[in-house]
């Protein structure tokens, strides 16, 4: 029996109580068989959730970008391991094999040595979607430099509020980044961001949209005349065990951004082993996640996971949108695509679309379709299946975030049944608790609850950058010995886990916390509804009342708003029951959502309450016009 790649359910089974009754050795064993260290590991956990304090491999020698890269070459020297392709269809993808990445990830590690970066110094990442981007972090992680890579999407005010949070002495960025029909000004945001940042010593400016850029003598670097003059090797740094990695902020869609700390050996060994697993990679496919690098999916499944494995991965520069809205499947075609991991926010815009967007290509090369970020509902559900997979590919519904590192409940795909819209079973070594509000763990099945973990994995956030006593406060202390998700769950008859929703929006209905997510999933089940949002606001009589924000399909615009407000209440009755109906139904055409995609409820939740003098941070929000919109016409 494998550990390291589970190919039926028996063997899940059995290789997930082995890991539960002797966590140690199980994952002592998966690090022993799989990667190069430089030094073995002396002890493989160590841990108190109270502190909290968590090591993994204490003692252990090791650099990742050896993992990632250098045991490659002799094997697969020659194999692709990024592949990127362009915003501009027309311009051609770039191959890159593991020989070259080696070399261009030396040579960018020399750069960064050679501008005064050195092992534990902080480098901020702004870079687009290019190849530059993967290549920045490897190069950072070679020296031992702590990489933060910030969405190339976030304004300078969020730029600067995470330059400063983390004292980061370099900023690597581009002139400019290309998505869809538009250029963004990415040098001039970081201009506008360091006028308000004293840490950051240098600026290095890869090339992409070749637009006019002001470079601050002394401070800003062309990056590609640096990279040319550089030595093509690098020894890599030895790193200990525990030494950080990467610093990534959270989204931040409650409150003031977090910079979630990994470290080094556990997250590479939890990623590399989820990633084989998840996606049951094999030598010659090609595994595409669309997700950006500047979230943990395309640190974990983009990068480190893939690389780690071997695979080739797939880098793309654009948005599904454009040139129009086939363009992830003429991808698909084109790249022969095995394994394809999006997020329900594009199934749902894709799927609003004409189907011969998805008809006109040849999908037969995929053989597992995932999904990550929030609740999939389960019109999205069967789209993606009967249309893309064909109904012949299993869907992978990953539950995860930024703090676990990794995939932490998920099918195992062509082992695990699957159901719409459940995340099923844990991976090996994780442990979930539903708890309920008076910190009791509930047991059995049919049951819903706040979900927590009662074990470390290894790739679990260590600390809060700067901030253990927040880490602690917001993890670990809402139930005792326990790491507290912020998300519900309902575990179903056989044991597989639904999530629910983040437990701040939770609405307690009928003393049972539904979550948002069910609520929504019937919304959506009307045939004129396009996207719905719930929220609770207080209500004189009840105490708390529902609040839906409702976007209706063109289908739909044409209909008595009136009548339409009756029949949405009637599939919720229908779906839940009569005490989830809404008491106001608001028609919308868009929700807030941050740039990953994710509903900020936050703001509906003030708007529905008319407390909207302080909206709180909105710097990561994707589309501010739609909130004044909201406001105006808010009931
Ligand atoms: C990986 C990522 C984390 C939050 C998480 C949860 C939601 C993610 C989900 C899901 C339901 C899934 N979420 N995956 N909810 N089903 N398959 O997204 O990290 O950006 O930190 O967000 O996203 O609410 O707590 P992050």
Known sequence: MSNYHIKH???????????????????DEVAEEHFVWRKKWDKVLDWDFSKPEIKWFEGAKLNITENCIDRHLHIRGDKTAIL??????????????????????????NVLKDKGI????????????????????????????????????????????????????????????????????LKGIVDEALTQCDSVESVLVAKRTKTEVTMEEGRDFWLEPLLEKAYADCEPEVMDAEDPLFILYTSGSTGRPKGMVHSTAG????????????????????????ADIGWITGHSYIVYGPLANGATTVMFEGVPSYPDFGRFWEIVQKHKITQFYTAPTAIRALAKENLDF???YDLSSLKILGTVGEPINEEAWHWYNDHVGEKKCPIVDTWWQTETGGVLISPIPF????????????????QPALMDENGNEIKGNQVDGRLCIKFPWPSIARTIWGDHKRYKETYFSAFDGKY????????????????????????????????????????????????SAIVGFPHDIKGNALYGYVILKETGESRNRENLKKEINQVITEHIGPIAKLDKIQFVPGLPKTRSGKIMRRILRKIASKDTSNLGDTSTLLNPEVVEKIMEESL
């Open 9 to 27: 359910l028996e063997e899940y089974f059995q290789v997930y109580r082995k890991s539960i009754r002797n966590p140690e050795s199980f994952w």
């Open 84 to 109: 990127f392709e362009p915003n501009d269809p027309k311009e051609e993808a770039q191959h890159i094999t593991y020989k070259e990445l080696h070399e261009k990830v030396c040579k960018f590690a």
């Open 118 to 185: 050195k092992k534990g110094d902080r480098v901020v990442i702004y870079l687009p979607m290019i190849p530059e981007l993967a290549i920045s972090l490897l190069a950072c992680a070679r020296i031992g430099a702590v990489h933060s890579v910030v969405f190339a999407g976030f304004s300078s005010t969020a730029l600067s509020t995470r330059i400063n949070d983390c004292g980061a002495k370099m900023v690597l960025t581009s002139d400019g980044s290309f998505r869809g029909s538009k250029t963004i000004d």
């Open 267 to 290: 997250y590479m060994v939890y990623t590399a082993y989820t990633f084989k697993n998840v996606f049951q990679y094999r030598e010659d496919d090609v595994y595409w996640c669309t």
């Open 358 to 360: 998805v008809t006109e």
């Open 415 to 430: 082992s695990t049944p699957t159901k719409p819209t459940y995340a099923t079973l844990p991976m090996p070594g994780v």
């Open 484 to 531: 507290f998700t912020g998300d519900g769950a309902l575990r179903d008859e056989v044991g597989y886990y639904r999530i629910t929703g983040r437990v701040d929006d939770v609405i307690i209905v009928s003393g049972h916390n539904l979550g948002t997510a069910p609520i929504e999933d019937a919304i959506n089940e009307h045939q004129a509804v396009a996207e």
